[in-house]
């Protein structure tokens, strides 16, 4: 995507891990899978995104929990449905990255639009914001069951920004994962990579317009 020198009207924010900490969930499915919460938390998007490719959209939490049972099945545990669904109940209770609301609030004082964007449900999406203390920063919220697609096909990205009434080249979207700029990218919105722990743009996704250490940095960058 060409670099642009003007500042983005509307910043669209993915939620897990990029504002939330993904600690606690981790460890509750390591203490099921010792080892396996990375493993878990991609295959949870992979068959996301495959069904949905499909043709078919299950929420999240289902296909979290079917994610669970299929990987511990392979490790010769047995679990319900009940027990998998307990065991990723804490991604409803995540906190907040401690420059999360700090970097929000010198956003929205600085006049920028404001919307979160996630793969989360609806209802869950208002937990997470609610719980972490973040709903009040935002202008909007957004789940991709609002639009019958997962994050990265670009008609969440744009669909996001025709809510806010913005054209997408003035839309930049935050996030930790480069499968998710990869998909704004294509859908015309500018992107901007925050370092979270071990993640890092993917190198066949255009080039990220910003990639900072943290979102202290990336409000400095956009002059808030």
């Not at 878990?40 to 068959?47: N, V």
């Not at 609610?130 to 096909?153: E, H, I, T, W």
């Not at 809510?163 to 704004?184: E, F, I, K, N, Y």
Request: hydrophobic share 50%; with cysteine.
């Amino acid at each position: 995507m060409p670099q642009s020198t003007d500042r983005p009207v509307l910043l669209l924010f993915d939620i897990n891990e990029t504002l939330l900490d993904l600690a606690p969930l981790r460890a509750s499915i390591e203490r099921l899978l010792p080892g396996g919460a990375e493993l878990w938390f991609t295959t949870m998007l992979h068959y996301a995104t495959a069904l949905n490719l499909a043709g078919r959209f299950e929420p999240l939490p289902e296909v979290g929990a079917a994610a669970l049972r299929m990987l511990a099945e392979g490790r010769g545990l047995n679990l319900s449905p009940q027990q998998a669904q307990a065991a990723i109940a804490p991604i409803t209770r995540l906190p907040a990255h401690p420059d999360a609301a700090p970097a929000l609030a010198r956003l929205r004082r600085a006049g920028f639009g404001l919307a979160a964007l996630s793969n989360s449900t609806s209802a869950g999406l208002r937990a997470q914001l609610a719980f972490a203390g973040l709903a009040p920063l935002f202008d909007a919220q957004f789940s991709v069951q609002d639009f019958g697609v997962y994050k990265p096909n670009p008609q969440v990205y744009r669909g996001a920004a025709s809510r806010m009434r913005v054209a997408p080249g003035q839309a930049m979207l935050v996030a930790a994962h480069g499968w998710d700029l990869a998909g704004a990218s294509l859908a015309g919105v500018r992107t901007a990579f925050v370092c979270r722990g071990k993640q890092r743009p993917f190198p066949l996704a255009d080039e990220p317009e910003m990639i900072v250490q943290d979102l202290s940095e990336l409000a400095g960058r956009l002059g808030a």
